[in-house]
T-cell receptor, first 113, second 114 residues
Framework: DGGITQSPKYLFRKEGQNVTLSCEQN?????MYWYRQDPGQGLRLIYY???????QKGDIAEGYSVSREKKESFPLTVTSAQKNPTAFYLC????????????FGPGTRLTVT | AQSVTQLGSHVSVSEGALVLLRCNYS??????LFWYVQYPNQGLQLLLK??????LVKGINGFEAEFKKSETSFHLTKPSAHMSDAAEYFC????????????FGSGTQLTVLP
């Protein structure tokens, strides 16, 4: 079955540590996205990528980094510079130049203490 | 730039009653509009979308929405609520350019009372 996988489902880290969240898709979609979700704030765009080896900052990119070395993979690193990293992180993908309907993964809940 | 406003962060209805979740948008170009549903600790699932053509859009699970350009609205409705409809609902509008990023509203939590 085609879809988006995110791992792990739950992640716990100590403050000051970098952590990488995985996102893999087998939908053959060109574009991939990372969102952060906090209660009452909807989804906010962190980074997006339209093609391999290219990505752009979203609205809240500070303290995050990404790479896009393969079409199917778009890992997100939450660095120690992110001041409030505890959140629910969602990865999505879409076909560029379509209606831009985005397909979402199941999410990773990151807790930093 | 585009934005989305969802009126009512929490909505409660009785089982069998009408569900109405409100969404207003602003966009400098003809919009693409979406409604997504999210169950606890899960990703978002597309309910329905408006791109072009018929302004009344039918989606999954008996939901529908009507695009009203004059009112810049895209309200979500369902004639009869079911307990399984309890979830958070997000309205979204697409942006411009080849990336067509989505801008999401802040969400409406729907509670269905027995």
């Amino acid at each position: 079955d085609g879809g988006i996988t995110q791992s792990p489902k739950y992640l716990f880290r100590k403050e000051g540590q970098n952590v990488t969240l995985s996102c893999e898709q087998n939908l053959n979609h060109d574009a991939m996205y990372w969102y952060r979700q906090d209660p009452g704030q909807g989804l906010r765009l962190i980074y997006y990528s339209q093609i391999v080896n290219d990505f752009q900052k979203g609205d809240i990119a500070e303290g995050y980094s990404v790479s896009r070395e393969k079409k199917e993979s778009f890992p997100l690193t939450v660095t120690s510079a992110q001041k409030n990293p505890t959140a629910f992180y969602l990865c999505a993908s879409s076909i560029v130049r379509d209606s831009h309907e985005q397909y979402f993964g199941p999410g990773t809940r990151l807790t930093v203490t | 730039a585009q934005s989305v406003t969802q009126l009512g962060s929490h909505v409660s209805v009785s089982e069998g009653a009408l569900v109405l979740l409100r969404c207003n948008y602003s966009s400098s170009v003809p919009p693409y509009l979406f409604w997504y549903v999210q169950y606890p600790n899960q990703g978002l699932q597309l309910l329905l979308k408006y791109t072009t053509g018929a302004t009344l859009v039918k989606g999954i699970n008996g939901f529908e929405a009507e695009f009203k350009k004059s009112e810049t609205s895209f309200h979500l409705t369902k004639p009869s609520a079911h307990m399984s409809d309890a979830a958070e609902y997000f309205c979204a509008v697409s942006g411009t350019g080849s990336a067509r990023q989505l801008t999401f509203g802040s969400g409406t939590q729907l509670t269905v009372l027995p």
